[in-house]
């Protein structure tokens, strides 16, 4: 089993997860991290993927919209 990992690294944060639980896991950190740092968006990127997460933005739309793109890149190989 692998482990969720969320790191900021030189004013950079560094994101990894894999599958739809882990992603949706993710990206609620990530909007927990706007909300305490008062932030309005955290860009997320991910292989060539970037999507803006907001502090109340929809985590199912934005991990379906990841889903949809790893699907399409997965049939590109």
């Known amino acids: 089993m692998k482990k969720d990992t969320l790191k900021i690294l030189d004013s950079t944060l560094s994101l990894r997860a894999e599958g739809w639980a882990d992603v949706r896991k993710m990206l609620k950190k990530v909007q927990f991290i706007c909300r305490v740092h008062e932030l309005g968006w ?36």
């Not at 990127?45 to 970037?50: A, D, E, L």
């Not at 985590?59 to 190989?77: D, P, Q, T």
């Open 42 to 77: 955290i860009d997320v990127q991910h292989k060539g993927f970037t999507m803006m997460v907001e502090p109340d933005s929809d985590i199912e739309l934005l991990a379906a919209e990841f889903e949809e793109w790893r699907k399409n890149k997965e049939g590109e190989k």
